[in-house]
């Protein structure tokens, strides 16, 4: 099973960037799909962005499109999340996770979480 770490998270201003990584275990890394999600208090965990095992297909929801980046670097078993222009409501904590091949972009589809990384954005 793989094992995922998050790293990058921390308090920002509005406005702000921030870069989240995910480093994963296993020759397997690069078949991987994976994405990244967010949990908000009181909030159902949702996705924020996803990428196939080669790179060269993503998904966004739609109220970080345009803000936020997804990208791999397979040589190196990491997924990187580029937020740029972060807002209060982006304030979470973000999960990196390998969704199912076959699956769809949302909770159920996923075989494998991280620990997760804590996003605070100020006002």
């Known amino acids: 099973q793989v094992q995922l770490v998050e790293s990058g998270g921390g308090l920002v201003q509005a406005g702000g960037s921030l870069r989240l990584s995910c480093a994963g275990s296993g020759r397997a890394f690069s078949n991987y799909v994976m994405g990244w999600f967010r949990q908000a208090p009181g909030k159902e965990r949702e996705i924020v962005a996803g990428?196939?095992?080669?790179?060269?297909?993503?998904y966004y929801m739609n109220s970080v499109k345009g803000r936020f980046t997804i990208s791999r670097d397979n040589a190196k078993n990491t997924v990187y999340l580029q937020m740029n222009s972060l807002k209060p409501e982006d304030t979470a904590v973000y999960y990196c996770a390998v969704r199912l091949i076959g699956g769809t972009w949302t909770v159920k589809s996923v075989a494998s979480w991280g620990q997760g990384t804590q996003v605070t954005v100020s006002s």
């Open positions: 990428i196939t095992w080669s790179g060269s297909t993503t």
